[in-house]
């Protein structure tokens, strides 16, 4: 049997392009590109080598407005074989609970042995989305992958990134992972993936298809409200030591001790 | 009429520039110093399709078109002009004339290995007494049974050493003049092949250009390209193919030196301001910019005659002339903007005026390039 593997991605703004408009303090949008988050792109290449070394089916699936379509195309031009885009007014407004929601009702309708996601996005940085799908679908997880292994039949071997330093786990199939961008450096596009990727369908469902109850959806369904948003601001100038490399190592260690960070 | 790239140009577009960005342009001084081949860079890009852009499925291509082609030559030229013309002289000066004018068994033969970049190819027309007046080819080839043994030197040729494949033009019937050139496959294994000298450069230095020595090396019957004595016409439709590469590489070329320029001027303080803030260095960029836009424009509108079947030799001449021309005034303004630090080798600038110059010069100088538009003026 094929392995069958989903990998949830997302439509993001490069924030590495964003700027801020001193005046409001709020994000400028206008100009700025929409990219592939890259936690999905990490996990995306994490299953396109499954796929390479075992042979798997890779099923690619965003929740967004219909030019989200646009990463979709990009995962088939790297390899993926299957794109299906969740777009509905439904969805609008949903925090990260609702878009869980909605993206597990979706994946009920797939076959699947393995999900993957990446830990978080660049434009919210929650890391929920994966394990609240994993929630709902009542299987297995493991966040923040930096390396997965296959037996090839239905055992994975992982290591997580921790705070301290990495865990070795085990875990079957079938069972949802979040993995890291720095995971795996992502395959560029090829050129007749390229060629081919407007050739392919891009599979559209709406809030009908999908099994998840209503109430769950949208901004209905999110119980997150935003209460205000502000640009933090530079709180002092802070200390300038002009000072030789050797006396500024001992300058910076006693500081980060003071600080406790080390 | 349209002039917005398609989906898939741009889908094409934002894949190249990233890979020109972080694969290409890191390793762009460092081969300009060491005057070496990119063998890691031209690996990855094989392994992606890339040498095989415009070329069919059917014979290992990826099904692209020109445009795309095109885009390819400049965004990796805009990082590093040398890897620009490792793709350009094996699609247009390789590739191309197999599949325009290759025999099927031929193309079934050569075009998925050079597709796939398993072969690199190359182009051998220029000798020493035969530049600019091509027709003066003193290479020989001499029917011998089931062979044709050719004799004589090529020289400047592009991507030679790193080859297995030469569309190479010798003279069958010198009584013919150009009608008695004649093109033949040439296989680097074949015997009475060899690499001579390798040239010192000015600029793209990473480039292999080497001379090519024919000694009564024998090259069969059925690698002649085309018809016996229809070469000089390969070789002169041929290089109205590899002019469309040419100015895409002096295109991608400015572009590099003004993206260069512009985060210069805006970080380099002189006076108490950035020196993007006065209005002389903002109304020369905005020139040279314009230019630069122009020759884009030129260079699309040759790969889109090319692509829908349309004549495009004075469309490439005049791409290749504008932008190698601009290539040149934008690459040695970008110097001065500079200042004394474009001239070191700290910027990349210096690289990139080097780099510049041999766009006015080689498949056709910047003169042949004006007898070709003033020819069809005055016809």
Known sequence: MTMKIVVCIKQVPDTTEI?????????????????MNPDDKGGLEMALRLKDQFGAHVTVIT??????????????????DRSILLT??????????????????????LEWDLIVAGRQAIDGDTAQVGPQMAEHLDIPQISYVEDLKFDGKNLFTIRKQTEEGYQMLEVESPCLITVLASACKARYMSVPGIVKAYDFEVETWGADKIDVE????????????????????????????????????????????????? | MN????????????????????????????????????????EKMAKLGMFGIPVPTIYGGAGGDNIM????????????????????????????????NGTEEQKQKYLPKLCSGEWLGAFGLTEPNAGTDASSQQTIAIEDGDDYILNGTKIFIT????????????????????????????????????????????????????ELIFENCRVPKKNMLGKIGGGFSIAMKTLDGGRIGIAAQALGIAQGAMDETVRYTKERKQFGKSIAAFQNTQFQMADLQTKIEASRLLVRSAAFKKDSGQNYSTDAAMAKLYAAETAMEVTTKAVQFHGGYGYTREYPVERMMRDAKITEIYEGTSEVQRMVIAAKLFR
């Open chain 1, 88 to 109: 509905d007014r439904k969805f609008a407004g949903a925090d990260t609970l609702a878009t869980s929601h909605a993206l597990a009702g979706a994946l009920k309708q």
């Open chain 2, 69 to 100: 082609y095109s885009i390819a030559v400049e965004e990796l030229s805009r990082a590093c002009g040398t890897t620009g013309v490792v793709l350009s002289a094996h699609t247009s000066l390789c590739v191309a004339p197999i599949l325009e």
């Open chain 2, 159 to 210: 991507n030679a050493g790193y080859s297995h494949v030469y569309i190479i033009f010798a003279m069958t019937d010198k009584s013919q003049g150009v009608k008695g050139i004649t093109a033949f496959i040439v296989e680097s294994d074949m015997p009475g092949f060899s690499v001579g000298k390798k040239e010192l450069k000015l600029g793209i230095r990473g480039s292999a250009t080497c």
């Open chain 1, 214 to 262: 209503e109430y769950r959806l949208g901004l209905k369904g999110s119980p997150t409200k935003v209460n205000k948003a502000f640009t933090k601001g530079i709180k002092s100038k802070g200390e300038v030591f002009e000072v030789e490399p050797e006396e500024a190592v001992g300058i910076i260690i006693s500081k980060l001790k003071e600080k406790f960070i080390i």
């Open chain 2, 3 to 42: 002039f917005d790239l398609t989906k898939t140009q741009l889908l094409f577009k934002q894949m190249i520039r990233e890979f020109a960005d972080k694969e290409v342009k890191p390793l762009a001084a460092e081969i300009d110093e060491q005057e070496r081949f990119p063998v890691e860079t031209v």
């Open chain 1, 63 to 80: 929740m967004g407005p219909p030019q989200a379509e646009a990463i979709l195309r990009e995962a088939m031009a790297m390899g993926a």
């Open chain 1, 19 to 35: 700027k801020i408009n001193p005046v409001t303090g709020t994000l400028i949008r206008e100009g700025v590109p929409s990219i």
